[in-house]
């Protein structure tokens, strides 16, 4: 962990001792009775930072980066008027007409109206942080870009987000996410706008609008909302069939990550970087978390977009302000730059096609480490703004037809979506690099330009702006030569294999999760209303392996074609498996199940020894304040009325906790005992909760006769994965050793 998150998480147990754990809205506790005596703004969490004070035209201000927010202690209006109040209309007297003059209820009134701004098409429901990137150096001999040079740091600005869900949509549906990465280099601004799944659906960004519309919500109803299991998503991926490997990436475990941070990124296209002699080499770029690649089961994505539809901003946000930093490397698989752009006979133009790292290793070539949150939600995350051709000098384009049309579209969306051409000069979007354009006025122009003529060549001022050349950074494209070629509307015959790569992925999966494949396909599919779409789909799956297509066919209840091609003589990929490896523990959240009966003096001790492997240990009590009021207490973060094992890694028990006071069904459905009398020795809740994390393959421990407890949620105690030690310190350790596996995925019955 890095130092700075260990500051945070420092003054946050300063700030509060004995509640450590992450989510304090402000930085400084508030009063019971509301505060009258005027003072200026409370300053930012320790965990928050907001965008650099450069100007308009990228140049530092050398301004506390504050001094953006609100200041003074009085409110006022727009224009600095002090107000003295703001909760009645200017009135003809007490029960009289609002009169027209009042200009604060107009200027309040009008501002709220135009609050929102359209929200993204595509990836509408996201969430953001501050970071830096230091560079290896170990680019040099591939690019001149000078932000991957040997220890250079560069503040980023990075955004996840789904594809399909509106703003108000869950977290944790089945979609891909987005990952795009803003890089504000002294070269100017670098955006890296990828996905966690290195495919596309589509070949040709022409069928962009189609894709998307068979996503979205259908709409004559305007539902389902953020999901694919539906007819007219799976009519379009069933016909177009180059859009099968995507497909079953999204069907995959890929499509419901457990957290942003153990997310892969890439940039799906094929980019050509430059070197400082004028060499080319065609790359694509990875992303990999320090954390490793782990995902939801399916059941507990469904749980968690009820119990809590934040979930991964809120993972995102608690983990900085915790102190687990989210760390990925940049990395790059580097292909020669030969007139056919292929690799293996694999096509590099083709976004539907990965490159096997067994074939192209992955070579990191800097560190991405999230450290600060955004100080406002609108300001940064909304209306942070990328483009794909946004680049620096050392990385250029290919002929990708998919990355063409994302050149010119990320930009138009930008000038509706942003209310004008000058949303470059929205604080979080501003350069770091000096800005001379000659682009003027326009809508929200922030700039205070200067001089008479804004054009070229010109003599009036000067002379100025000036065209640089190679030496003096100039952006130079690389000069290719292009073939002589007709106009046409057509794809390479490349392009026309759509099934060997789907068969790849699905041969590199283990046998755990080739049964989630197989249950993700029976779960949309059962989801379509129109049996055609359903037949169709099984026609597509026979092409890819017979073992996926009988499965999925045998849950729908039809019979299983044969395929109408020869199957795919493709080699596995074990690196495209998230089973397999031990990974950091970094954020993990572990539930400490107790009551004030329970060993109170082991709970205090696994708090601190859980805070200081750098996890987060939630204590759940029968009801909320703190347990052991006469001892030393301990702060209750969950309740059994408000917890579920979604929202933990790991769940120890300190005892066996009895029933609480709401343990009945009237109360809370999930206690199931309709009334008190019929209460078993164990909350019925806890065991809910052990139940339910058991069979999503989560490690479970305890102490202090708990196997009482795990012996009534029907939980073998000498399972795979379940821990009973004679005390809470042995309990942790053996977890520990679990967590780093991700899962216990032993306890699956396709791996027995």
Same mark, same amino acid.
């Given at each position: 962990?890095?130092?700075?998150?260990?500051?945070?998480?420092?003054?946050?147990?300063?700030?509060?001792?004995?509640?450590?754990?992450?989510?304090?809205?402000?930085?400084?506790?508030?009063?019971?009775?509301?505060?009258?005596?005027?003072?200026?703004?409370?300053?930012?969490?320790?965990?928050?930072?907001?965008?650099?004070?450069?100007?308009?035209?990228?140049?530092?201000?050398?301004?506390?980066?504050?001094?953006?927010?609100?200041?003074?202690?009085?409110?006022?209006?727009?224009?600095?008027?002090?107000?003295?109040?703001?909760?009645?209309?200017?009135?003809?007297?007490?029960?009289?007409?609002?009169?027209?003059?009042?200009?604060?209820?107009?200027?309040?009134?009008?501002?709220?109206?135009?609050?929102?701004?359209?929200?993204?098409?595509?990836?509408?429901?996201?969430?953001?942080?501050?970071?830096?990137?230091?560079?290896?150096?170990?680019?040099?001999?591939?690019?001149?870009?000078?932000?991957?040079?040997?220890?250079?740091?560069?503040?980023?600005?990075?955004?996840?987000?789904?594809?399909?869900?509106?703003?108000?949509?869950?977290?944790?549906?089945?979609?891909?996410?987005?990952?795009?990465?803003?890089?504000?280099?002294?070269?100017?601004?670098?955006?890296?706008?990828?996905?966690?799944?290195?495919?596309?659906?589509?070949?040709?960004?022409?069928?962009?609008?189609?894709?998307?519309?068979?996503?979205?919500?259908?709409?004559?109803?305007?539902? &389902? +909302?953020?999901?694919? #299991?539906?007819? %007219? !998503?799976? =009519?379009?991926?069933?016909?177009?069939? $180059?859009?099968?490997?995507?497909?079953?990436?999204?069907?995959?475990?890929?499509?419901?990550?457990?957290?942003?941070?153990?997310?892969?990124?890439?940039?799906?296209?094929?980019?050509?970087?430059?070197?400082?002699?004028?060499?080319?080499?065609?790359?694509?770029?990875?992303?990999?978390?320090?954390?490793?690649?782990?995902?939801?089961?399916?059941?507990?994505?469904?749980?968690?977009?009820?119990?809590?539809?934040?979930?991964?901003?809120?993972?995102?946000?608690?983990?900085?302000?915790?102190?687990?930093? &989210? +760390?990925?490397?940049? #990395?790059?698989? %580097? !292909?020669? =730059?030969?007139?056919?752009?292929?690799? $293996?006979?694999?096509?590099?133009?083709?976004?539907?096609?990965?490159?096997?790292?067994?074939?192209a290793p992955v070579q990191p070539i800097g560190l991405l480490t999230l450290n600060a949150n955004p100080t406002n939600f609108f300001a940064e995350t909304e209306q942070v703004a990328f483009h794909p051709g946004h680049l620096v000098p050392g990385i250029d384009i290919t002929d990708d037809p998919l990355l063409a049309g994302r050149l010119f579209s990320y930009l138009d969306t930008q000038i509706t979506r942003l209310a004008g051409p000058n949303f470059a000069q929205i604080p979080?979007?501003?350069?770091? #690099?000096?800005?001379?354009?000659?682009?003027?006025?326009?809508?929200?122009?922030?700039?205070?330009?200067?001089?008479?003529?804004?054009?070229?060549?010109?003599?009036?001022?000067?002379?100025?702006?000036?065209?640089?050349?190679?030496?003096?950074?100039?952006?130079?494209?690389?000069?290719?030569?292009?073939?002589?070629?007709?106009?046409?509307?057509?794809?390479?015959?490349?392009?026309?294999?759509?099934?060997?790569?789907?068969?790849?992925?699905?041969?590199?999966?283990?046998?755990?999760?080739?049964?989630?494949?197989?249950?993700?396909?029976?779960?949309?599919?059962?989801?379509?209303?129109?049996?055609?779409?359903?037949?169709?789909?099984?026609?597509?799956?026979?092409?890819?392996?017979?073992?996926?297509?009988?499965?999925?066919?045998?849950?729908?209840?039809?019979?299983?074609?044969?395929?109408?091609?020869?199957?795919?003589?493709?080699?596995?990929?074990?690196?495209?498996?998230?089973?397999?490896?031990?990974?950091?523990?970094?954020?993990?959240?572990?539930?400490?199940?107790?009551?004030?009966?329970?060993?109170?003096?082991?709970?205090?001790?696994?708090?601190?020894?859980?805070?200081?492997?750098?996890?987060?240990?939630?204590?759940?009590?029968?009801?909320?304040?703190?347990?052991?009021?006469?001892?030393?207490?301990?702060?209750?973060?969950?309740?059994?009325?408000?917890?579920?094992?979604?929202?933990?890694?790991?769940?120890?028990?300190?005892?066996?906790?009895?029933?609480?006071?709401?343990?009945?069904?009237?109360?809370?459905?999930?206690?199931?005992?309709?009334?008190?009398?019929?209460?078993?020795?164990?909350?019925?809740?806890?065991?809910?909760?052990l139940s339910e994390a058991y069979r999503h393959g989560k490690a479970l421990g305890g102490w202090a006769n708990a196997e009482n407890a795990f012996r009534a949620a029907g939980v073998p105690t000498d399972a795979p994965g379940v821990v009973i030690a004679s005390n809470g310190t042995e309990t942790l350790d053996e977890i520990t050793q679990l967590l780093g596996k991700h899962r216990v995925w032993e306890r699956f019955a396709a791996n027995a």
């Open positions: 962990m890095a130092g700075k998150g260990r500051e945070h998480a420092a003054a946050q147990r300063a700030a509060d001792p004995g509640n450590e754990i992450p989510g304090k809205p402000t930085p400084q506790a508030p009063s019971v009775e509301e505060p009258t005596e005027a003072h200026g703004p409370l300053p930012p969490k320790p965990d928050q930072d907001a965008p650099e004070t450069v100007s308009p035209t990228g140049q530092g201000t050398g301004a506390d980066r504050n001094t953006m927010a609100q200041a003074g202690p009085f409110l006022t209006t727009a224009q600095g008027n002090r107000l003295h109040d703001t909760n009645h209309s200017l009135k003809a007297g007490p029960r009289g007409p609002v009169l027209l003059q009042d200009h604060h209820l107009r200027e309040k009134i009008t501002h709220f109206d135009h609050e929102r701004i359209p929200e993204r098409v595509v990836h509408a429901r996201g969430a953001a942080a501050h970071g830096v990137f230091r560079g290896y150096g170990t680019a040099a001999k591939i690019t001149k870009a000078t932000f991957l040079g040997a220890d250079v740091e560069t503040p980023v600005f990075v955004r996840f987000s789904t594809v399909l869900g509106s703003r108000g949509s869950a977290d944790t549906v089945r979609d891909t996410r987005g990952f795009a990465t803003k890089f504000y280099t002294t070269e100017g601004t670098f955006d890296l706008v990828g996905n966690n799944i290195p495919v596309f659906f589509i070949q040709d960004a022409i069928k962009f609008p189609d894709v998307i519309h068979a996503g979205k919500p259908h709409p004559d109803r305007e539902i &389902p +909302q953020a999901q694919s #299991a539906h007819d %007219t !998503f799976w =009519d379009f991926v069933t016909l177009h069939t $180059e859009a099968t490997h995507h497909t079953l990436w999204n069907m995959s475990d890929r499509g419901i990550p457990r957290s942003f941070r153990m997310m892969e990124g890439f940039g799906v296209h094929t980019f050509r970087l430059v070197n400082a002699q004028g060499e080319t080499t065609l790359v694509k770029f990875h992303w990999k978390p320090r954390l490793g690649v782990h995902s939801l089961v399916w059941e507990e994505a469904q749980l968690t977009n009820g119990m809590d539809p934040d979930f991964h901003r809120r993972d995102l946000a608690d983990a900085i302000e915790a102190g687990a930093l &989210p +760390q990925w490397e940049l #990395a790059v698989q %580097t !292909f020669p =730059d030969t007139p056919e752009q292929t690799f $293996e006979g694999i096509d590099l133009l083709d976004p539907t096609n990965i490159v096997p790292e067994e074939l979080i979007n501003r350069t770091h #690099a000096p800005v001379n354009d000659m682009l003027r006025d326009g809508f929200h122009q922030d700039a205070v330009h200067s001089g008479v003529a804004p054009y070229r060549p010109n003599s009036l001022d000067g002379g100025c702006p000036f065209l640089a050349g190679a030496d003096t950074g100039a952006y130079i494209e690389v000069p290719l030569e292009l073939p002589a070629a007709k106009k046409v509307r057509e794809a390479p015959a490349s392009f026309d294999d759509h099934f060997s790569q789907p068969r790849r992925f699905w041969l590199s999966m283990t046998p755990v999760e080739r049964e989630h494949i197989i249950a993700a396909y029976t779960f949309e599919l059962n989801k379509c209303y129109e049996q055609a779409i359903k037949e169709r789909a099984l026609r597509v799956l026979a092409n890819i392996d017979p073992e996926l297509c009988q499965g999925v066919a045998a849950g729908l209840g039809l019979p299983a074609p044969e395929a109408d091609r020869p199957l795919a003589s493709v080699d596995p990929s074990p690196a495209l498996s998230q089973i397999g490896q031990s990974w950091p523990l970094d954020g993990r959240i572990i539930g400490i199940v107790a009551d004030h009966n329970g060993d109170l003096a082991a709970v205090r001790t696994l708090r601190q020894a859980v805070l200081d492997a750098d996890m987060v240990p939630l204590v759940i009590a029968p009801a909320g304040g703190k347990l052991d009021p006469n001892g030393e207490p301990v702060t209750v973060q969950r309740t059994f009325a408000t917890a579920r094992s979604t929202e933990f890694d790991a769940i120890l028990l300190a005892g066996t906790p009895g029933p609480g006071k709401d343990a009945y069904g009237a109360r809370d459905a999930k206690a199931g005992a309709p009334d008190p009398a019929e209460q078993a020795e164990t909350d019925p809740r806890v065991l809910l909760m």
